[in-house]
C-alpha cells in the first residue's frame, strides 16, 4: 500500500510547483526564544553554538534546501530578527523528506 | 488570501518590517520569547496587508511593559498615564474623528484605575479598537494577586474570589465586537483586527500571553516555548460562546474565539 506522502506526489506531480525560500536572521537582534526552531515545519533552523553581542544562541540554517518560504518564523519572531525570502520554484517532487 | 500578500521584496540587511519600526530603539526591553512582541509584529502585518495610510493612524498604550510598544512602532503614538488611557484615546478620536485609534492596553490600564472611563466609552459607543494583552498578574509587583489571577493560583495574598471576566466587562459596557486569542493564534489575531479595523465600532480583543520571567519562577513550567505551547495546547476554540463562561477557572480550560460581533455581515 502507498503511503499517504506518495499519492500526495502522484497527484501533484503534474506541473505543480512549491516555493523555495532563503532564510535571513539578524543575529544580533536575536535573544534566544527558540520559537522559529520550534515552529518551522521543515526543521531549517537549528540554535547555534555561538553567542552574539547580548550572549543569546541565534538560530542558523541547517537544511537550506527544505526551506518552503512559509513565513512562519518571520511571523512568530517577537524581536523582529528573521525572514524569508522567495528564491525560485521548483517541482513538488523535489522536496525532501523530513526525518521526524 | 494570502499572509504575506503585502509584502514588498526586500534585499540587504533590512527586515520586512522595518519601516515600521523605530530601529534604533531595538532590540527591545521584553523579555527573550514575550508574547507581546508576537501581538506588536502581528498588528505590523495587519497593516501592511491592508495598505494602511500611516497618518490616518494613532497608536496608544499606557503603562509597563505594554507602554512600550508606542515607543517602538514608527507610527504616530502616545504614551499616556496610567488612570488616563482610555479617557486621552477618546478625547483623540473625538478630535480627529477621520483616523483610526488603536489601544494597547494592560492589565492596570484596564481594571485598576482605568475602568471608568472604558465603560464610557462603550456607553458612547466610540470607534476605538482595544487590543488587551492579559498576563494574568501584576508583572512588575512579582507575586501580587490580581482582579484576574486564576481561582487559587499561588500567590501572595490568597483570596478565593473568582476572576475578573474582561470579555463579559466589554459585552456589557456596550462593545460592539468582543474576541479573545492567544499570541501563537496570530493569524486569528490579525483577521480579528481587520475586522475591527474596517468596522469601526468599539472593539475589544482580549490576547492572553504568558509572563515568561515572573510567573517562571513560581510555576516551574520551563523556558518560553514550553510556556507559550501549554498555553496554546490548554485553549479550546469555542467561537459563539456565551461571555458568562469566560472567567479563567482553575480546571477549565482556556476557551478562545470570536465572541460576539453585532455588525456581522
Known sequence: MESKREEKVKVFSSGMKVARGEVEVMRDRCKGCGFCVTYCPMGVLELSEEYNVKGYHFPVVKDEASCINCGL???LCPDFAIWSLLKEERPVIELPRRDE | MSFRAGMSKVTGDIHPSDSYLRVDAIPSVWCSGCGIGLVVHTFI??????????NKLCVVSGLGCTGKIAEYLNLPSFITTNSNLFEYAGQLKSK????????????????????????????????????????????????GIFPNTPFRRMVTGQSDELP???????????????????????????????????KGNFSVIEVVSPCVTYYANRDQMGDAVERMAFYDHFAIMKPGESTENLDLRAH??????KFLDKDEI
Open chain 2, 45 to 54: 502585518q495587519t497593516l501592511k496587508y491592508l495598505r494602511f495610510d500611516l
Open chain 2, 252 to 257: 477549565d480550560r482556556l476557551i478562545i474565539g
Open chain 1, 73 to 75: 518564523c518571520e511571523m
Open chain 2, 164 to 198: 475578573f471576566n474582561i470579555p463579559h466587562l466589554a459585552k456589557s459596557c456596550g462593545a460592539q465586537y468582543v474576541a479573545r486569542w492567544t499570541p501563537l493564534r496570530a493569524g486569528w489575531l490579525m483577521y480579528s483586527i481587520i475586522d475591527t479595523i474596517l
Open chain 2, 96 to 143: 480627529n474623528a477621520g483616523s483610526k485609534i488603536i489601544v494597547f492596553s494592560n492589565n492596570a490600564d484596564f481594571l485598576v484605575s482605568g475602568a471608568k472611563d472604558f465603560i464610557e466609552i462603550g456607553k458612547k459607543n466610540i470607534d476605538l479598537t482595544v487590543i488587551h494583552i492579559n498576563n494574568i498578574i501584576y508583572t512588575i509587583t512579582e507575586n
